[in-house]
């Protein structure tokens, strides 16, 4: 691997050779890392302005990896959905829809949300999780397409007077994702119809009168084996004969992206080609009346955002020199809750060689708040910037007030290059009276 200058990471943990031992390439090619998704004077002068913590995106980079899914079957009738639990920000819904993405839901506020920036209610896939029967009544008046994953909720919905079709989402018993606890079709998890129950759940909502016409998966976010996923596309193809009624068939998200500098990308044209003969001999079998669902979230937008932090203090404790910043694990959770790897980039000297070992902390107080360990930086000093990579999904959604601190604020970098704050931070004050308030507390 050609260690980049200014972008920290060891591919092989703890052991592997200082590679800034070679300084001929570090020295001579004054790279930057290609993980950041502006240059380096760019993301110095958004801090300057907006202060950090600071997410920021880039919607070129979204737009064009919307693109790349779109052309991906180009002959057939796939219509993709984004999951917008990865990052619901507005400003970003409204490009992604742009581009012409229907929206995956999780929740009835997702629905509303989607709903109330612009997406059409037939282009919403609601998939319930433990619903209760007010959402189930609200997502019916709303009128997207419901998904349902449990045997009582299906039941339940068939017993409504004004129903007459669903989508069910099935348990494939086939599992993936970069960690356990994303790994969602296999068989122990809370998700989905068992698959022994598919039959008996279908022929239940038909004596109802309602119609199973759309089937779902979805077996893990950040799949590492893709061949799993063909395999449990496989299973519901097979589930999807005996169902006459079926309009749409649903395989889920779960795309991965590299957030090691030395992994190898996911490919999207390499997965479509395995999945196109699939697809292409179910459509034949319907005599075309089918639409194929993907709905991927991470793939979409994580390589887009970065989270800028400012480090305030450099602290040498014998055995780890720690970096402390102005962030933490309530902006970005995904290190401390998956040990999730995200590339570091000192910003104020991305043109530096690497030099030190470092170990980057945040400032809530948790043992546990590291934010990346073990990193090749540039002799780095108060002051500087650093940029926490790949952080545009799963990052500000999963965000909180841990501490009592406020949420980072969030900048768009147009197609022009121009920067627009699309949510800001509270202050201090602004976020201890609102939680007064909330709390109905006079003091
Ligand atoms: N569809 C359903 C029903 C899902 O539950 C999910 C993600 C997706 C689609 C999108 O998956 P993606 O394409 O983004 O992998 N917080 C974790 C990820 C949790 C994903 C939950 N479900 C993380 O930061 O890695």
Same mark, same amino acid.
């Given at each position: ?49 907006? $202060? ?8 070129? =980079?979204?737009?064009?990896? %919307?693109?790349?899914?779109? &052309? ?36 009835? #506020?997702?629905?509303? !949300? ?22 189930? !009544? ?6 997207? =397409? ?19 079709? %669903? ?46 016409? $759309?089937?779902?998966?979805?077996? $893990? ?10 395999? &449990?596309?496989?299973? !519901? ?11 749409? =068939? ?44 993907? #709905? ?11 989270? !800028? ?8 404790? $014998? ?30 000297? &991305? &043109? ?92």
């Amino acid at each position: 691997m050609l260690q980049t200058p200014g972008l920290s990471g060891k591919p092989n943990g703890k052991g592997n050779d200082n590679l800034t031992n070679e300084p001929s390439l570090t020295h001579i090619i004054p790279l930057i890392s290609p993980k950041l998704i502006a240059p380096a004077e760019k993301l110095e002068a958004l801090a300057e302005t907006y $202060g950090t913590p600071l997410y920021v995106y880039s919607s070129s =980079i979204i737009r064009q990896r %919307c693109q790349t899914l779109a &052309a991906a079957f180009p002959d057939l009738p796939v219509s993709w959905l984004y999951a917008i639990k990865a990052n619901d920000n507005p400003h970003i819904l409204n490009l992604i829809r742009e581009e012409g993405f229907g929206f995956d839901t999780v929740s009835y #506020e997702e629905v509303l !949300l989607s709903v109330k920036t612009g997406q059409r209610p037939d282009r919403i896939f609601y998939t319930e999780n433990n619903m209760t029967d007010q959402e189930m !009544l609200a997502a019916v008046d709303a009128g997207v =397409i419901l998904n349902i994953g449990s045997f009582s909720r299906l039941e339940q919905f068939a017993r409504l007077p004004h129903t007459s079709e %669903c989508s069910i989402r099935v348990n494939p018993q086939i599992g993936d994702g970069h960690h356990a606890k994303v790994d969602t079709g296999n068989r122990d998890s809370k998700f989905g119809i068992r698959l022994d129950l598919i039959p008996e759940a279908v022929a239940m909502a038909a004596s109802h009168g309602v119609k199973i016409t $759309g089937l779902h998966i979805h077996i $893990g976010s950040g799949i590492q084996r893709p061949q799993n996923l063909t395999q &449990a596309m496989k299973v !519901l193809l097979d589930i999807g004969r005996a169902l006459p009624d079926l309009q749409r =068939i649903n395989f889920g998200g779960g795309f991965p992206i590299p957030y090691r500098e030395n992994e190898h990308p996911f490919s999207i044209q390499e997965f479509a080609q395995a999945a196109h003969p699939l697809l292409a001999e179910e459509l034949d079998r319907r005599n075309g009346a089918l639409v194929f669902h993907f #709905e991927p979230g991470r793939w979409v937008v994580a390589p887009a955002g970065l989270l !800028l932090t400012r480090v305030n203090t450099v602290k040498d404790q $014998g055995r780890i020199t720690f970096l402390g910043t102005d962030t933490g694990f309530n902006h970005l959770l995904r290190p401390a809750m998956y040990e999730s790897y995200h590339a570091v980039v000192n910003v104020t000297r &991305a &043109a530096e060689p690497s030099a030190e070992e470092y170990t980057i902390a945040g400032n809530i107080c948790e043992t546990g708040d590291i934010l990346a360990e073990d990193r090749m930086l540039p002799q780095t000093h108060s002051g500087d910037l650093l940029a926490l990579c790949d952080a545009g999904a799963y990052g500000m959604t999963m965000a909180s007030n841990y501490n009592r601190r406020s949420l980072p604020t969030e900048i768009l970098i147009d197609d022009q290059g121009n920067d627009r704050l699309i949510r800001k931070r509270e202050q201090a004050d602004e976020i201890v009276d609102r939680f007064l308030r909330e709390s109905f507390f006079t003091p």
